[in-house]
Each structure stands twice: as structure tokens, then as C-alpha cells.
């Protein structure tokens, strides 16, 4: 790797989210707003609150952390998102399908609309790798992508 994938600077200027207005107070705050949905939602609820428990501030804060590298690319997250949702016991397109319009409905009444379409576009793009991930760890293939 050389100087130049790892400037702060660079990187900056080459992020999606910067074009867009995208910030990490922002990817805070769509996190923090949407998993408050989640977690009260009557399907995603039990599968979320099962798998986290009573580590739910340092899951958001993981997850700011992913948003942030995604769209600001600042390299914070450390994880395999792949890896633990295809451990989940329960992950099915139905799911995958009620998070993504949670998500696009928090993510237009927290973000401006160019920030919020970019958000919608990744965490598609997102939804239907980790469902294809899943499903082929399972020995299966989604009948429909989400």
C-alpha cells in the first residue's frame, strides 16, 4: 500500500458521501434512528434483539463506524458483516425486504435527499450481497434478490 490509499486527505476527496453532503454526525443519527425502529419492529425486532442483546451501544456505534467507512471512507470498521448475518438463524429476503424500506424511510426523513440516496443505494447494494452471502452459505440461492 502506498502513502496515497491511506491520506486521510486523498481519501476524503475521493468518498462518495463527500460529494453529497454525507457526515459522520449524520451517520450517527440515521443509524441511531433506524435501529430504534428496528428494534421495535414486530419481525426484525426479535431477530436483531436476539442476536445483540444488551450490546446495543456498541453495535451502533460498530455501525456508525461501517456507514462512515462506506461512504466517508474512513477505514474505522473492523468486522465481517457476511459472517455474522449468515450466522443469524433467521435472515430470509422477507426480512431483508422489510430492513431495506426501513431503512429507506429513515434514511429520507433523516438525511437531506441527495445524502439519503446514496445511503438507499448502498445499503441495496448491501441487502442483496448479504443475501446472496447467506443464501449460499445455506446451499441455496434466493429465489428473488432483494
Keep these: 500500500m502506498n502513502k496515497s490509499d491511506t ?4 481519501r476524503a476527496r475521493l468518498a462518495p458521501g463527500g460529494a453529497v453532503g454525507v457526515t459522520e454526525p449524520m451517520c450517527r443519527a440515521l443509524v441511531d434512528a433506524f435501529y430504534a425502529k428496528v428494534r421495535v ?17 456498541a453495535h451502533l456505534a ?10 466517508l471512507m474512513t477505514g474505522r470498521y473492523k468486522g465481517s458483516p457476511m459472517a455474522a448475518h449468515a450466522a443469524l438463524p433467521r435472515a430470509e429476503p422477507a426480512d431483508f425486504e422489510q430492513w431495506l424500506a426501513l431503512f429507506r424511510s429513515t434514511a429520507a426523513e433523516v438525511c437531506p435527499p441527495p445524502a439519503a440516496a ?13 443475501q446472496f452471502g447467506i443464501a449460499a452459505s445455506r446451499g441455496v440461492l434466493p429465489s428473488q434478490p432483494v
Design 62 to 71: 460498530k455501525l456508525a463506524d461501517f456507514w462512515s467507512s462506506v461512504l
Design 41 to 57: 419492529d414486530p419481525e426484525l425486532g426479535p431477530i436483531f434483539n436476539g442476536a445483540i442483546g444488551d450490546g446495543w451501544e
Design 7 to 10: 491520506d486521510p486527505d486523498r
Design 118 to 130: 446514496l445511503f438507499i443505494e448502498k445499503a441495496e447494494m448491501i441487502a442483496r450481497s448479504l
